[in-house]
């Protein structure tokens, strides 16, 4: 709430543009939104999702416009973003154990001159035994398993106690089992009213998933329900074509 009494939103992204050396990967984005939302970022390979959540992270520069994370500029709200990198971004290499990555999140919110203590050690390990990583604690993160790794990685951001969580293709590579138990952690992640903003590519669960959807392929095609943006006729503009159809009713109602 700002003073006037008035919801802010969580995420308001106006008029966003990035390039890569002049060529543009995300033109004139605009949208916004709410507190306590789960929303699902859909298009093709290439379409800008990764640079999205990286220019809200401030990962990369925007050539122009503006992004507020919860009313204030977003390179000033870093300590209440908590993000998730694509799988292919990371380099596994350094020599830490799981325990550590996970602790990071907690030094992120820490003063310089405190070192963490019980409360941080509990966040930690809480935030490990909901990603059924609580076993693996002391093992050094280059050893684990993909599916292994990206638990971390969540639990991580779990732990940081953010307001707004980036996830950028969260569930790529993980089991069915472990992706049915994440989408209901995440879910009660929403149910304490905070904000999750989550790349995903399968348009069968994306209806079921999340409260509203954006698409994007360069250009923002839209933000709104599921209901309204996973339609054939959209999808089909977004994915230029190259669209397989997916078992969704929501597709089979239109479709018909
Ligand atoms: N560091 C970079 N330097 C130059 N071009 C880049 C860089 N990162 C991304 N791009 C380009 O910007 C465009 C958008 O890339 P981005 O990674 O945001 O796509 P994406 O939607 O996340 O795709 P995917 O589904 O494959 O992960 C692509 O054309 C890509 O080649
Ligand atoms: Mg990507």
Known sequence: MNPEGNNVPAIDVDN??????????LESASFAIDPGLMVG??????????????????????DSGDIQICGVPARSAKGSIAYVPQRGD???????????????????????????DGSDKSAVRAAMD?????????????????GQKQRVFLARALAQDAEVFLLDEPFAGLDAATEKE???????????????????HDLATAGD?????????????????????????????????????FKHPIWEAAAS
């Not at 966003?16 to 990967?25: F, I, Q």
């Not at 379409?47 to 992270?57: F, N, P, W």
């Not at 994440?182 to 995903?200: M, P």
């Not at 839209?222 to 994915?239: A, E, F, S």
């Open 16 to 25: 966003l543009t990035v390039s890569y050396g002049g060529r543009p990967a």
């Open 209 to 245: 998933y999340f409260d509203r959807i954006i698409l994007l392929n360069q250009k923002l095609f839209g933000y709104d329900t599921p209901q309204r943006m996973l339609r054939p006729d959209i999808l089909r503009r977004v994915y230029e074509h190259k669209l397989e159809p």
């Open 41 to 62: 970022v859909i298009g093709p390979n290439g379409a800008g999702k990764s640079t999205l959540i990286k220019a809200l992270v401030g990962f990369v520069r925007p």
């Open 90 to 116: 990371l380099d596994w290499d350094f020599p830490v154990t799981v325990e550590d990555v996970v602790m990071m999140a907690r030094y992120a919110r820490l003063p310089w001159w405190r070192s963490p």
């Open 130 to 146: 909901t990603l059924g990583i609580g076993n693996l604690h002391g093992r050094p993160i280059g050893e684990l398993s993909g």
């Open 182 to 200: 994440l989408v209901k952690v995440l879910a009660r992640v929403r149910a304490e009213g905070r904000t999750l903003l989550v790349v995903h």
